[in-house]
């Protein structure tokens, strides 16, 4: 009987038979030979030119006429957002339109409490924007934005991160200069 770190004792039979399948097995594979003719070899199948597949193309960004409407656009949501009064949690704004639409930022609650969202947006007809945090059971909140007037809306938050995220109807629709924004005021 062998206990761990203990000798095991091993039958000299057990050995024999390993000793013979281990030769049996050289043997077999002593009788296999490769023989070559010596005569030339077919020359390689001809390959075609690689491919050459082409780069990933960045989207070309507005024409400069747009960007001068989304500046001034961004001075009038500014005008909008500044209307938000109080400690400012989080606030972002970004194109409402075009390829790379929209805007996402995370910031931080440091006290539970009713805070007020303020959103607008301008040379859209409407944006949603979403606020969401992890630590609320009720799920994200959606505010749609008629761009009219600014939103205002009071959220209670806990403490913790918040994200939010601005969508609109129709994301592949061309640029206009169109801009939406908003400012978490809190307590």
Do not use: H
């Not at 594979?29 to 491919?51: F, M, N």
């Amino acid at each position: 009987m062998s206990r761990r770190g203990g000798t095991k004792t091993i039958r000299p039979g057990a050995v024999l038979t390993g000793a013979v399948l281990l030769c049996l097995a050289a043997g077999s594979l002593a009788g296999c030979t490769y023989e070559d003719d010596g005569g030339e070899r077919p020359p390689a199948a001809q390959s075609s030119a690689p491919t050459i597949r082409p780069g990933r193309t960045i989207p070309a960004g507005p024409p400069p006429d747009v960007l001068a409407a989304q500046q001034r656009n961004e001075t009038e949501l500014e005008r909008l957002l500044a209307g938000a009064t109080g400690p400012v949690v989080l606030t972002d704004s970004g194109p409402a339109d075009g390829n790379g639409v929209g805007f996402q930022k995370a910031g931080r609650v440091k006290t539970a409490g009713d805070y007020q969202v303020t959103a607008a947006c301008v040379g859209v007809e409407a944006a949603q924007i979403i606020i969401s945090q992890d630590e609320t059971p009720a799920g994200p909140t959606s505010i749609v934005v008629d761009c009219t007037a600014p939103t205002s809306r009071t959220v209670s938050l806990l403490p913790g991160y918040i994200k939010v995220a601005l969508t609109r109807k129709n994301p592949t629709g061309p640029w206009t200069g169109a801009v939406a924004g908003i400012r978490i005021t809190g307590p």
